[in-house]
């Protein structure tokens, strides 16, 4: 059963989730998105389904690398990098998020001023 307080994620906003979740250092796919769900306050929720469509869309455009490792329970697991040009995309995606939510709240939550 999906919660209802769960959040649908807008479309692209995922990257930016996986990117900013890497930086704070390599991770495997349910990490990654026990990660974002945590951080979220439960609120977010990456089905698999998205999760690993993503990560080989951000390994092929080389914003991450990848590579098997061995896990903490021991067993083997992708692990996934930022790379440099991934730190760079991170930023610029970071940037527009901001000037999105801005506008947005602008436009949702307008001044007395601007009502009139």
């Known amino acids: ?7 649908e994620l807008l479309q692209g ?3 930016l989730l996986i990117l900013r979740t890497l930086q704070f250092g390599p991770s495997h796919g349910h990490a990654i ?8 306050a439960e609120m977010l929720q990456v089905e698999t389904g998205s999760l ?3 990560l080989h869309r951000l390994e092929a ?6 590579s098997w490792e061995i ?7 992708k692990y996934y990098r930022l790379t440099p040009a ?3 995309q991170l930023a610029l995606e970071q940037s527009r998020w901001a000037k999105l939510s801005r506008a947005m709240a602008m436009v949702l939550n307008p001044t007395q001023q601007e009502s009139q």
């Open 1 to 7: 059963m999906i919660s209802k307080t769960r959040i």
């Open 13 to 15: 906003t995922l990257d």
């Open 33 to 40: 998105a026990k990660h974002i769900q945590t951080t979220s």
């Open 52 to 54: 690993y469509p993503a």
């Open 61 to 66: 455009q080389g914003w991450i690398d990848a």
């Open 71 to 77: 896990s903490d329970k021991g067993k083997r697991a």
């Open 86 to 88: 991934g730190k760079k």
